[in-house]
């Protein structure tokens, strides 16, 4: 049996047309507000940061151990200075003709006679005693009337070790004698200096590792 037709028509609503833009595309008559939108979704200031993105911002991957530090390098110590030690020391000259009336007679009569100097801060007697023997280019020390036989040469200290009760002195340089009786007077101002310094009864003299006797007999 056939299905009733209504009895009053349905009109339906009309559907509203967009009006066109000017470049003549359709513009909604309504834009959905931002209310509309999914409150589910997070903002971009609530999104979690990307593995990728945390782990170079922290070096390494989520879970990992911290970098172990490496330690500074430590610099190196200072170098230990040696000790030194203040006071006079004893350099001996020569009394010419003395006859060994102001110390030990030497060579041609002469004596060999001590004098001090006033304090010096050294850390080796010998090797200070010995330098300010040879530093001294004057023939005569000042009003003393005492010659330095060593002032024509051109020596330096080199080393001295002690052994047996014996110091040895090892120089360098050029020596020179002004004859018979300055040889002797040469021996004894550096023997009698290093003998005193080194607290030894008996020196050796080396220059140029040759025993200053056997320098001299050159001359």
Request: proline share 12%.
């Amino acid at each position: 049996m056939p299905a009733p037709f209504p009895t009053q028509a349905q009109t339906p609503t009309p559907t509203p047309i967009p009006s066109p833009s000017a470049n003549g595309s359709a513009i909604p008559s309504e834009v959905p507000s931002a209310a509309a939108a999914p409150s589910s979704i997070p903002t971009p200031a609530t999104l979690p940061p990307k593995p990728s993105d945390s782990a170079s911002a922290t070096g390494s991957s989520v879970g990992s151990p911290p970098p172990a530090e490496t330690p500074a390098p430590e610099s190196p110590s200072a170098t230990a200075l040696p000790e030194t030690t203040t006071s006079s020391l004893t350099i001996f000259y020569v009394a010419v003709s003395d006859q060994g009336k102001a110390g030990p007679m030497i060579g041609c009569g002469d004596s060999i006679v001590a004098t001090e100097t006033g304090p010096v801060i050294y850390a080796s007697q010998v090797e200070a005693a010995m330098s300010g023997l040879l530093e001294n280019k004057e023939i005569e020390l000042g009003q003393s009337g005492l010659m330095n036989a060593l002032a024509g040469s051109d020596l330096s200290y080199v080393s001295s070790t002690v052994s047996e009760g014996i110091v040895t002195v090892e120089l360098t340089g050029d020596l020179s004698s002004g004859g018979i009786c300055d040889d002797p007077r040469i021996i004894a101002q550096l023997t009698h200096t290093a003998m005193v310094a080194a607290g030894t009864g008996e020196a050796r003299i080396l220059i140029d590792g040759v025993d200053i006797g056997e320098s001299l007999s050159l001359k």
